[in-house]
């Protein structure tokens, strides 16, 4: 455990006591109950709304609302922060719970539009485009293989993970209280760039068997292996992993166990902002050491050692949250995007440790 804001590690919901295990029970069994279960369907039915991924949306608004709010009070002093955490709510509340609503009141299927290939990975199967209007089919292609890589590479994976995603909002709202809990280790960092890339290689699996199936015959063996994949995929890697761990291991591993060590998306994004602009930037000979920032760095990151080492440095793995920064006492830290800020030759070390 690193030395830091100490504080944190007084709360019991905060240092996995007995309450922080009741916690993550109970985040488990909610999701577990959401996907494998229909009690949820009758909840929504009572509040008159069309379906229990509805009620989901309006619940994980709510989550988020709140735990902004006192994200907020913890860490507002950051323009940043103010910024951030305001856009991520209001693409949530938006583009995550309103709009999906008001489609599926006007007898539309519900698009999720903040969420693009490989984190939705049914989304460009071709069964999928084929019923979709053709301007909603080019905003998912062009976002999935254009937009969100073009924002990463120029303004890092932040763009995207910090600022728009749904599943990074949850973590960086709700889930504020428990980000120092992530793994700082060796083994953590080499076991998230075996695991994510596996979850990469999965999707891509599928997909290429996924579009085999369109064009296979009734009853051949391709259609069998299509299918035993993706309900493999869906069940264990969209449910299982994604939610019911992915959230409900919060209280005890950290806000971002989906984010650090499944999300394909992270895996595509994270290649990219290695050869991308952005990198964290340290402040020569001004560190003390204090390891506020290897605490609050909810991607297990170390950030300790680079600043020790006065090494500015890029991590596949860095979502760009900025809470290094924030809780810096000597300024060491900055995200930084511009070409010309400051001295390079010292990223290269660190540009193959994906
Ligand atoms: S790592 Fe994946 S799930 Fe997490 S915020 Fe980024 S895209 Fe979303
Ligand atoms: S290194 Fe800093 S900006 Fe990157 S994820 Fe960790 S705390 Fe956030
Ligand atoms: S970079 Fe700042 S927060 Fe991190 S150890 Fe050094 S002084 Fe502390």
């Given at each position: 455990?690193?030395v830091g804001?100490?504080?944190t590690?007084?709360?019991?919901?905060?240092?996995?006591?007995?309450?922080?295990?009741?916690?993550?029970?109970?985040?488990?069994?909610?999701?577990?109950?959401?996907y494998?279960?229909?009690?949820?369907?009758?909840?929504?039915?009572?509040?008159?709304?069309?379906?229990?991924?509805?009620?989901?949306?309006?619940?994980?608004?709510?989550?988020?609302?709140?735990?902004?709010?006192?994200?907020?009070?913890?860490?507002?002093?950051?323009?940043?922060?103010?910024?951030?955490?305001?856009?991520?709510?209001?693409?949530?509340?938006?583009?995550?719970?309103?709009?999906?609503?008001?489609?599926?009141?006007?007898?539309?299927?519900?698009?999720?539009?903040?969420?693009?290939?490989?984190?939705?990975?049914?989304?460009?199967?071709?069964?999928?485009?084929?019923?979709?209007?053709?301007?909603?089919?080019?905003?998912?292609?062009?976002?999935?293989?254009?937009?969100?890589?073009?924002?990463?590479?120029?303004?890092?994976?932040?763009?995207?993970c910090?600022?728009?995603?749904?599943?990074?909002?949850?973590?960086?709202?709700?889930?504020?209280?428990?980000?120092?809990?992530?793994d700082?280790?060796?083994?953590?960092?080499?076991?998230?760039?075996?695991?994510?890339?596996?979850?990469?290689?999965?999707?891509?699996?599928?997909?290429?068997?996924?579009?085999?199936?369109?064009?296979?015959?009734?009853?051949?063996?391709?259609?069998?292996?299509?299918?035993?994949?993706?309900?493999?995929y869906?069940?264990?890697?969209?449910?299982?992993?994604?939610?019911?761990?992915?959230?409900?291991?919060?209280?005890?591993?950290?806000?971002?166990?989906w984010?650090?060590?499944?999300?394909?998306?992270?895996?595509?994004?994270?290649?990219?902002?290695?050869?991308?602009?952005?990198?964290?930037?340290?402040?020569?000979?001004?560190?003390?050491a204090?390891?506020?920032?290897s605490?609050?760095?909810?991607?297990?990151?170390?950030?300790?050692?680079?600043?020790?080492?006065?090494?500015?440095?890029?991590?596949?793995?860095?979502?760009?949250?900025?809470?290094?920064?924030?809780?810096?006492?000597?300024?060491?830290?900055?995200l930084?995007?511009?070409?010309?800020?400051?001295?390079?030759?010292?990223?290269g070390t660190?540009?193959?440790?994906?």
């Amino acid at each position: 455990m690193q030395v830091g804001l100490l504080s944190t590690y007084r709360n019991p919901v905060q240092n996995r006591a007995a309450m922080a295990w009741l916690w993550a029970l109970l985040l488990m069994a909610f999701y577990i109950d959401l996907y494998f279960f229909d009690h949820l369907d009758v909840a929504a039915r009572l509040v008159h709304l069309p379906s229990k991924w509805t009620l989901y949306g309006l619940l994980y608004s709510v989550a988020m609302c709140v735990g902004g709010y006192f994200m907020l009070r913890k860490h507002g002093s950051s323009r940043y922060h103010q910024v951030r955490t305001a856009v991520l709510v209001a693409v949530q509340c938006t583009l995550g719970f309103l709009l999906p609503l008001a489609l599926d009141f006007m007898g539309r299927p519900a698009y999720y539009f903040s969420y693009f290939f490989p984190l939705k990975y049914d989304i460009l199967f071709p069964g999928t485009l084929k019923d979709m209007p053709v301007a909603v089919a080019i905003w998912f292609i062009a976002g999935s293989f254009v937009g969100v890589p073009l924002l990463v590479f120029y303004k890092g994976k932040r763009a995207y993970c910090s600022w728009i995603c749904g599943c990074g909002g949850l973590a960086e709202t709700f889930g504020d209280p428990w980000r120092h809990l992530s793994d700082k280790s060796d083994r953590a960092w080499r076991v998230e760039q075996i695991s994510i890339y596996m979850v990469l290689a999965l999707v891509f699996v599928m997909f290429g068997l996924v579009i085999g199936d369109a064009y296979a015959a009734d009853g051949s063996a391709v259609r069998a292996v299509a299918q035993h994949t993706r309900s493999f995929y869906s069940f264990a890697i969209g449910s299982v992993f994604s939610g019911v761990l992915g959230t409900g291991l919060y209280p005890l591993m950290g806000t971002r166990v989906w984010c650090r060590f499944g999300c394909p998306m992270a895996a595509v994004l994270g290649l990219i902002q290695k050869f991308g602009r952005f990198r964290v930037t340290v402040k020569k000979d001004m560190c003390i050491a204090c390891g506020n920032c290897s605490t609050y760095c909810e991607m297990g990151i170390d950030v300790r050692a680079y600043a020790m080492a006065n090494q500015d440095f890029k991590r596949a793995s860095c979502v760009g949250c900025g809470m290094c920064a924030h809780v810096c006492p000597r300024g060491v830290l900055r995200l930084e995007t511009r070409d010309d800020a400051g001295p390079h030759e010292a990223i290269g070390t660190w540009t193959l440790d994906l």
